[in-house]
Nanobody
Framework: QVQLVESGGGSVQAGGSLKLSCAAS?????????MAWYRQAPGKERELVST???????TYGDSVKGRFSISQDNAKNTLYLQMNSLKPEDTAVYYC????????????????WGQGTQVTVSS
């Protein structure tokens, strides 16, 4: 099992930017069929933010389209989420996830998860 560790969270004012990182250890992110960023705000359900396939295809949730960008660097064994034009409603704990089975990726199921990193956006 690949271990994933997020970093880069913090507090920022509305309109600001943050770049989250998800570093893999005990394995390689190129072994994944797909990776994703999820977020969960207090009292709310977990929300899919963005996905990236092993082929580089990306998807974004409607609430972050045009503001967030997902990428991965296989040489650095790291997944990224560039977040621009942040809004208070982006405040949440952000989790990265990875899955080796393409069948599970299609179903939106991910086996490996990080511990999360807090992002707080103030108005």
């Amino acid at each position: 099992q690949v271990q994933l560790v997020e970093s880069g969270g913090g507090s920022v004012q509305a309109g600001g930017s943050l770049k989250l990182s998800c570093a893999a250890s005990s394995g390689y992110i190129f072994s994944y069929c797909g990776m994703a960023w999820y977020r969960q705000a207090p009292g709310k359900e977990r929300e899919l933010v963005s996905t990236i396939s092993s082929g580089g295809s990306t998807t974004y949730g409607d609430s972050v389209k045009g503001r967030f960008s997902i990428s991965q660097d296989n040489a650095k064994n790291t997944l990224y989420l560039q977040m621009n034009s942040l809004k208070p409603e982006d405040t949440a704990v952000y989790y990265c996830a990875g899955e080796k089975s393409c069948i599970r990726v299609v179903d939106g199921l991910f086996s490996d998860w990080g511990q999360g990193t807090q992002v707080t956006v103030s108005s």
